[in-house]
């Protein structure tokens, strides 16, 4: 116990010499530093009772957005690719919907529900996809925006896991009011994973209501490396003066119209405690005999992973749960273009850590190259408690021959979105933000070199949405037929 103190004395005292040797190295422009007061927060609960109450609250934030920030910004040509230039290519504004707003799919006659929950620094843009296909399967569909987001950075400085779990129960009582006793299930995205599994946990502890009719995680942020703890310490000293900047894990310029390329460092903070707030219930929920209550399960990630490894979410999450209900997809790295040692510089990134482990109590496909020499992708089922892979199915896709891998950003979004896809729209004067090959010198780009290099869409989009459609069709069916999910 003295070693770890004095570890964190070390790793405090080396925070603090940074914060001073850092300075206010970094100016901070208006969307960093103007407060949002019309935001959702968890002690609104009370007055914000419906989803109309929240569109309305949320209409009033975008008004003062509009007040305080972009009527303070410029426009013009310095401004055409910064999100908060006035009428710029960047500015969400402009486009129809503006999917930076909470969002409902209505059906006519629903045959179930839908929640969707984005990531920490995203919008309702990254799963309006998933949404859409929904939705013309009889789904009706809530897109929400959580709290701290579709607005200014600033918003992540603010706010705290819990405004964002309130809203979530707000969301599913508002479908719950829509449907009755039809199905409703949550597909929630890296952090809306986590707020997806929270919600599951009040709901079968008593404290909310309705128990999902299943769970779709997509990139879920499960076991958050513990370093994100020390994002409560970097805050801290963002209060001294001088030292505003330390506030922010990362300073970027706000190009993207649908995710903050800033990243304050309260936003790390919240998914730390998050995450470990849900993984401690967790444990507790399995240690007290239930973990057959919980609603099916299925799991959605990329090998390739700088946020979440596969580890995580076995270890903390599907080992937990009760056997043969749950199912983890994970995308494998192109095994052609990793044949180059020139690409792949961690042989552990080859590693899938799943296949053949005859102790996994949930089924897994792995979607992979047919063969090491080839380009095209077939899916290897391994079913609980085996090592055999018991079908191989092709896909009728291949990878991108100059595509290494996928990634934690890539997986809800289809080849063909017009913003972050694989090729630019017909029309030139629409921002495009995906694939791009481009070379030149140094300090002539504004995107960094990290963005260029990191995919943003799925060339398998198209088997990632047949996934899900089919996963929550078998759900909602069983849900009907037997009113308690997966039984």
Not at 34 to 44: H, I, K
Not at 323 to 349: G, I, T
Not at 403 to 415: E, N
Request: net charge negative; proline share 7%.
């Amino acid at each position: 116990m003295a070693v770890d103190a004095a570890c964190r004395l070390r790793v405090l005292a080396a925070l603090g010499l940074a914060a001073l040797a850092q300075g206010c190295a970094t100016p901070l422009d208006p969307w960093h530093t103007e407060r949002l007061t019309e935001e959702f927060t968890a002690a609104d609960a009370a007055e914000v009772e419906s989803f109309a109450d929240y569109l309305a609250l949320e209409d009033r934030l975008f008004a003062q957005l509009d007040a305080k920030v972009y009527a303070v910004s410029g426009s013009g040509t310095s401004y055409a690719l910064l999100r908060y230039g006035n009428g710029g290519a960047a500015d969400p504004r402009q486009f129809v919907p503006d999917w930076n707003h909470s969002f409902e799919l209505r059906a006519e006659a629903p045959v179930g529900g839908v929640l969707l929950l984005h990531g920490m620094s995203d919008s309702p843009y990254s799963l309006r996809a998933i949404g859409q296909a929904l939705h013309a399967r009889g789904y009706q569909v809530l897109g929400l925006r959580l709290p701290g987001h579709g607005t200014a950075p600033s918003g992540l400085t603010q706010v705290r896991w819990q405004d964002m779990a309130a809203a979530t129960r707000l969301g599913m009582r508002h479908l719950a009011a829509e449907l009755g006793d039809k199905p409703i299930h949550v597909i929630g995205y890296s952090t809306g994973a986590a707020l997806a599994l929270d919600f599951t946990l009040d709901a079968l502890e008593g404290r909310a209501a309705p128990l999902p009719a299943s769970l779709v995680l997509v990139s879920p942020a499960v076991g958050i490396h513990s370093a994100a703890a020390l994002a409560a310490w970097k805050r801290r000293f963002a209060r001294l003066p001088g030292l505003g900047d330390l506030g922010w894990l990362v300073i970027e310029p706000e190009f993207d119209p649908y995710k903050y390329n800033s990243f304050a460092t309260n936003a790390g903070e919240q998914v730390h405690l998050l995450t470990r707030a849900v993984s401690r219930r967790l444990e507790r929920h399995v240690r007290a005999g239930a973990a057959g209550s919980f609603p099916p399960t299925l799991v959605l990630k990329s090998n390739a992973d700088a946020t979440v490894s596969t580890e995580a979410v076995v270890g903390r999450l599907l080992r937990l749960l009760e056997p043969h209900r749950h199912e983890l997809v994970l995308f494998d790295v192109n095994r052609l273009a990793a044949k180059s040692v020139l690409k792949v510089y961690d042989p552990r990134a080859l590693d899938t850590r799943v296949m053949g482990d005859p102790t996994l109590p949930f089924s897994v496909v792995l979607v992979t190259n047919e063969d090491s020499d080839s380009l095209a992708v077939v899916t290897r089922r391994q079913p609980p408690f085996s090592t055999a892979v018991t079908t191989v199915e092709p896909l009728g896709l291949a990878w991108p021959s100059n595509t290494l891998s996928l990634s934690h950003v890539a997986l809800p979004i289809p080849p063909d979105d017009p913003l972050y896809g694989r090729r630019p729209p017909e029309n030139e004067d629409l921002l495009f933000l995906g694939e791009m090959a481009v070379q030149g010198e140094r300090g002539m780009f504004l995107l960094s070199s990290d963005w260029l290099l990191r995919i943003r869409h799925n060339p398998f989009y198209a088997y990632l949405e047949s996934a899900v459609v089919e996963w929550m069709d078998k759900a909602g069916h069983e849900h009907r037929h037997d009113g308690r999910p997966g039984d």
